[in-house]
């Protein structure tokens, strides 16, 4: 199974000019890359990969031509700290109807370029996500939930609860037939510890990277454990390894375990190259290839200030 991570089918909700854009112009191109995945899978392992193409708005993160762009589903006070909005920025209801049918436009598409699957990207705050806590938003598309969590406590929106996530993971399998699902945590912008091992950085977490893969695993397998029929995979432990070690399923099949010498630091370079539409790699493990990005970013960061 291969996830081809965060296509756009939408110009204004990509994350940069370098995120992909799948379009009917372009199809063909996808067909190729697609075909070639495949044909080199069934070569190097006597089968082809599942190939699964991502599909995202990113929404408060919307960077279309490099430049910030949010486009929001109601206004949240903790994460305008980070990145400014403000009401011209909230969505509308004919935009959200339009959008539905947009995804469902690059389904189809994604069939056409030779995908197995589609995931439509609800998490880490963007805007399908938002729409899961949009709680103070009027209309059809809020009014659930509470304030500004989704499977999060009433009290604390830090403590994992799992009854809204159970509920939707439930409804998805049962009414729409839907057998397979990735689950995660945290939006990376903001609560970057909850999504993925993190140490220091932008900020430093109270525990230790271990105690949020905990979290997530335990989390995750709450949900698994009431619909057990379904396939569902978890995010957070693949960023052990995720640009720092994108050979480990070789290693593993071949030596039975991974190299600790090659997986993931928890600095979260990777993610100021990615913030910083660079190309992205690990800044520790390939520094010959992604150093000099890294140094790019940090000058201009400098002269920005």
Known sequence: MLFIKARQNEEEGRSSKKQFLLTRENLENYKVLTARIKEEGQKTNGYAPYLIMQANHRGRYSNPGNKPAPMIAYRHPELEKYR???????????????????????????????????????????????LSSAYTRPGIYGGYAYPYGFGVSEHSDLKFDPSEPIRLVRELHETYGLDLINLTMGNPYATTHVTRPFDHGKYSPE???????????????AVKSTVAQMTVLGSAPSYL?????????????????????????????????????????????????????????????????
């Open 207 to 221: 525990e230790h990277p271990l105690e949020g893969l905990d979290r997530m695993i335990n989390g995750i397998g």
């Open 84 to 130: 400014p909005a403000d009401d011209s920025c909230i969505v509308s209801d004919d935009y959200l109807k339009r959008l539905e049918e947009k995804f469902g436009e690059a389904a189809k598409l994604a069939k056409e370029a030779g995908f197995d699957a589609i995931d439509i990207k609800s998490c880490h705050g963007y805007l399908l996500a938002e």
């Open 241 to 305: 390894r995720q640009y720092a070690y994108p050979d480990f399923p070789k290693e593993i099949r071949k030596q039975g375990r991974i190299d600790p010498n090659q997986v993931c630091f928890t600095c979260g370079k990777c993610g100021d190259l990615i913030r910083a539409h660079k190309p992205t790699g690990c800044v520790i493990r390939d520094r010959n290839t992604y150093l000099p990005f890294y140094e790019e970013f940090l000058t201009e960061k400098r002269i920005c200030r």
